[in-house]
């Protein structure tokens, strides 16, 4: 059985759990609880090395980090989210990684500081906040236009790149970014969010898991 380990306000573990539900995979969702530590516990760290969410157990094979799950679940499932066509699959892990290293990492700066930081009791560092939301004014207008030509992200079809950037723009209502100058990104969202694989991990984010 396939085991995923994450948390409600983790995107990547979101994503994972959106792909698996998307490739019709039978698994076991596993909520650890971030704010107590969890995460942090012996039998945790054997799954990933600095306690941090997604990692999965299928069968023997232990795995992190989400776009590695992802690829792994798509080859286990046989889906062409993630083909076996050279130039299909570049396409898609340049997405992945400008999702990855650009746009998450910056939101990544904007919900830790507008949601995480006041739950946990840490201080906000504006100077960090500002950042975020700087690198997201430069890089979600590349988004848009992608989208703006395509479909989907990686071309026509829907691929590991869209899961991906579909969970990392989830908590924008929640942390105040507004989208409604990105017109292409929202009308790829608002035809992906109704769907069952989005649905069954949450209505919205930041709902329990």
């Known amino acids: 059985m396939l085991n995923i380990y994450g948390f409600h306000l983790s995107q990547p573990s979101n994503a994972v759990r959106m792909l698996a539900n998307a490739l019709g995979l039978e698994f076991e969702y596993h909520e650890l609880n971030a704010p107590e530590g969890e995460h942090r516990a012996p039998e945790h760290i054997k799954r990933h090395p600095v306690g941090k969410m997604p990692a999965i157990e299928d069968g023997d094979v232990t795995l992190f980090e989400s776009t590695a799950i992802m690829k792994y679940l798509c080859k286990k499932a046989g889906s062409d989210m993630y083909p076996d066509d050279l130039i299909k699959q570049a396409k898609i892990d340049q997405w992945c990684s400008f999702v990855s290293v650009h746009v998450y990492m910056a939101y990544g700066r904007v919900v830790f500081n507008r949601l995480l930081a006041p739950q946990l009791g840490f201080p906000v560092d504006e100077t960090s906040l500002a950042a975020g939301e700087e690198f997201l004014e430069r890089f979600l207008p590349a988004i848009d236009q992608q989208l703006g030509s395509s479909k989907y992200l ?56």
């Open 154 to 209: 990686a071309g026509d079809s829907l691929s590991i790149a869209d899961i991906l950037l579909l969970a990392t723009i989830d908590p924008s209502e929640a942390v105040g970014i507004d989208l409604k100058k990105y017109p292409n990104l929202i009308a790829w969202r608002e035809a992906l969010v109704p769907q069952a694989f989005y649905q069954d991990v949450h209505a919205f984010f930041g709902q329990a898991a």
